[in-house]
């Protein structure tokens, strides 16, 4: 289940959690849920025993390891854009605090809005880019 803190609402909290409830006549099924906001899931969900017995923590990527992935974008799309490795590493600066997910989103709503757009310059993209997203994860955080 993805997203589970946007999955269950005050609507369908009570069939969720019955629902949760009756997989142990399951034998080897595995419930695997993820979210970027636990602090948003119901604690009946995420406290009690036998719902959710693990969790993981998946930190942030740092500098190099966002320089490391872009560097895998940058090469798939260089000879297209002419994104040059030089360029990789603003890029990555302005990504900070974005997961791995966001960076990808970064790519993609960057190679769109190049395909469409008379600005040929990929990295002014990128980078523009990247200050939309941010502006959408702070709207996000406070709304």
């Not at 940058?74 to 990504?95: F, I, M, N, Y």
């Not at 990929?122 to 980078?127: D, H, L, Q, W």
């Amino acid at each position: 289940m993805e997203d589970l803190d946007a999955l269950v609402d005050d609507e369908n909290r009570s069939f969720f959690l019955n629902q949760l409830d009756g997989f142990e006549k399951n034998h080897g099924l595995i419930v695997l849920a993820t979210t970027n906001h636990p602090e948003r899931i119901d604690a009946a969900i995420i406290n009690r025993p036998s719902r959710f017995d693990r969790r993981y923590h998946f930190h942030l990527p740092s500098l190099p390891q966002r320089i490391e992935y872009l560097q895998y974008w940058q090469c798939r799309l260089a000879e297209q854009t002419g994104w040059s490795e030089a360029k990789v590493q603003p890029v990555a600066a302005d990504c900070d605090e974005f997961s791995f997910a966001y960076i990808k989103e970064l790519v993609i709503s960057s190679v769109m809005k190049w395909m469409q757009g008379t600005d040929h310059n990929f990295v002014e993209i990128a980078r523009d880019q990247a200050k939309m997203l941010r502006r959408q994860m702070k709207t996000e955080t406070n709304g």
